[in-house]
């Protein structure tokens, strides 16, 4: 009960001003259209900055997708690189390997060789293998 009462107060308050605010209401009228015509031309303008946003960011995409495209060949070109130096490398150190037995072998051969020419003669001239033959040869005679 006491809400109401302020309530048809006000009301009777608005009632009684109703013919003051239609003389000041032209002039309100004319500055809130002002003001709206502002406001959308502060958005209009709002607008046209994020469009040319917009359009910038689009230029700098594609940029970066140009970008992005020349690295992925670049990336490709040096796979391709990198696999044909291994296997160049690979066979490399596979001849090196087969260099490195040859010559092993060859020194294993050379010192097989130098042992028995040192050792076989001296083994040969103490045999008793051509002595014996010698022997029978002469009891033949």
Request: some cysteine; proline content about 4%.
């Amino acid at each position: 009960m006491w809400g109401s009462i302020p309530q048809r107060r006000d009301h009777a308050l608005s009632q009684r001003q109703t013919p003051n605010r239609c003389a000041t209401q032209a002039p309100l009228a004319g500055t809130e259209l002002e003001r709206c015509q502002r406001q959308a031309d502060e958005v209009t303008e709002i607008m046209l900055d994020n469009f040319g946003k917009v359009l910038e960011r689009d230029g700098k995409l594609t940029e970066l997708e140009q970008r992005s495209d020349q690295l992925l060949d670049m990336s490709s070109a040096f796979s391709k690189t990198t696999k044909t130096l291994a296997q160049k490398k690979r066979w490399e150190n596979m001849r090196c390997r087969i260099y490195l037995g040859l010559v092993v072998g060859a020194v294993l051969l050379i010192l097989l060789i130098v042992l028995l020419a040192i050792f076989l003669p001296q083994s040969s001239g103490g045999s008793s293998a051509p002595q014996a033959e010698g022997a029978a040869s002469g009891s033949r005679n």
